[in-house]
Structure formats: structure tokens, C-alpha cells
């Protein structure tokens, strides 16, 4: 629901389909706080030839058709670290951490963030945000250094922005908080034009 209900009526229900507490903490910031979180189990694995866009689009919808939504909008979201064509891995260990930042040392790189708003009656809403990050050129000790701190795991590209990877970005041109999880821009104007009472 919203934190500042309608006076028309009730504000319409919404799901998170993420377990993200990165994404939880941004959407809290446009005043909207979930009636339920729940994270949709579906196959990650790109297509063959599937381009970065289109995968994460993909990933979005399928998140939120996952889930039963009962009465409830359900958002969906997926963020995706492009180099050129190729789609970067969440980096699970040190060496796929490693391999990342060795790639996007010096460079500039596309991160794009998806989110997909599926309504009750199954109609879909989506969006797709595209940030250019470029990392100045690291050296050996600074991704060591990165590496130990443990701030990579799990994260698409091998690093996560609000962290201390931040200190390490030379530039950026678009969404700060796309690169974090979840563009706040995109997902108010998609929650808007569903109907839900944002200011």
C-alpha cells in the first residue's frame, strides 16, 4: 500500500516479486511500502545471442508473471551489467569478481535496469533504464583491495555502486539508483500511471 492512502480509497495492493533489500530501501524512498515481498524462482540463464536490453526486459516480465497476484499489482525488476554485447555475470565467486572488474577497468559500460508492473487483470506496464558507468583505470592493489572488502558478491558486474566501488567510478550519465537496483524515476512514473497515489 501507500504511506499516504488516497481519499478516494484504498490505495491498490502491491507485491514486490524481489527479495532485494537494495530494492525494498529504494522504492521506500517514493513512499510506497509493499504489502508483500516475494521473490520469483525463475531461470536466469540468457538466451543464446540474446542482447543485454532484451534479456533484461525479459527477466522483468517473467518475474512478474511468476507470481499469483491475486488482487495485487505485482512489480518486477532486473538489472543487468552490459559490456559491449556480452551480458556480465553476477560475480559468486572471487575470480568471476575479478575477471569483471579486470574488463571494466578504465572503460565505459552499460547497466540496464528493467522493471516490468503487472496489474491484477494481467495487463503490463514496462520500462527500460540505461546507465553509462565508466570505472577509471584500476590497478592490481585496488581490485585486491575491493575483492577483500566482499562488497562483489552476489552483484551483476562484480561490483555493487553504493559501496565503495563508488570511489572507483569516474563518471556516470544517468540513473544513480538504476545501478543500485531499481530506477526510481521509471518505476514512479509506471506506479503512477497504474493508479497508485504517488505525489
Same mark, same amino acid.
Do not use: N
Given at each position: 500500500? $501507500?504511506?499516504?492512502?488516497?481519499? %478516494? ?13 537494495? #530494492?525494498?530501501?529504494? /522504492? ?8 508483500? /515481498? ?10 543464446? #545471442?540474446? !542482447?543485454?536490453?532484451? +534479456? ?11 507470481? =499469483?497476484? @491475486?488482487?495485487? $499489482?505485482? !512489480?518486477?525488476?532486473?538489472?543487468? *551489467? ?12 572471487? &575470480? =568471476?569478481? #575479478? ?9 565505459? %559500460?552499460? *547497466?540496464?535496469?528493467? /522493471? ?8 503490463? #506496464? ?6 553509462? *558507468? ?8 585496488? *581490485?585486491?583491495?575491493? /575483492?577483500?572488502? @566482499? ?7 562484480? +561490483?555493487?555502486?553504493?559501496?565503495? &566501488?563508488? @570511489? ?7 540513473? $544513480?539508483? =538504476?545501478?543500485? @537496483? ?18
Amino acid at each position: 500500500m $501507500h504511506a499516504d492512502a488516497a481519499a %478516494h480509497g484504498p490505495a491498490p495492493r502491491l507485491i514486490l516479486a524481489s527479495a532485494s533489500p537494495r #530494492r525494498r530501501e529504494l /522504492i521506500s524512498r517514493l513512499g510506497v511500502v509493499p504489502d508483500a /515481498i516475494e521473490a520469483a524462482d525463475i531461470d536466469e540463464t540468457p538466451a543464446a #545471442r540474446e !542482447l543485454p536490453r532484451d +534479456y533484461a526486459r525479459r527477466m522483468a516480465r517473467e518475474k512478474a508473471l511468476a507470481l =499469483a497476484p @491475486g488482487d495485487a $499489482h505485482v !512489480l518486477a525488476g532486473d538489472t543487468v *551489467v552490459a559490456c559491449g554485447r556480452r551480458i556480465l555475470p553476477k560475480a559468486e565467486d572471487e &575470480a =568471476a569478481a #575479478r575477471q569483471c572488474l579486470d574488463l571494466l577497468s578504465g572503460r565505459r %559500460h552499460r *547497466v540496464l535496469s528493467a /522493471i516490468a508492473l503487472r496489474a491484477p487483470d494481467g495487463a503490463l #506496464r514496462e520500462r527500460v533504464c540505461e546507465t553509462i *558507468v565508466r570505472f577509471k583505470p584500476l590497478s592490481r592493489e585496488e *581490485v585486491e583491495a575491493y /575483492i577483500a572488502g @566482499g562488497e562483489w558478491e552476489g552483484k551483476a558486474g562484480g +561490483y555493487a555502486i553504493q559501496g565503495s &566501488a563508488e @570511489g572507483l567510478i569516474a563518471w556516470i550519465s544517468g540513473s $544513480h539508483s =538504476a545501478v543500485v @537496483g531499481l530506477p526510481l524515476f521509471e518505476t514512479r512514473a509506471l506506479l503512477k500511471s497504474a493508479g497508485f497515489p504517488i505525489a
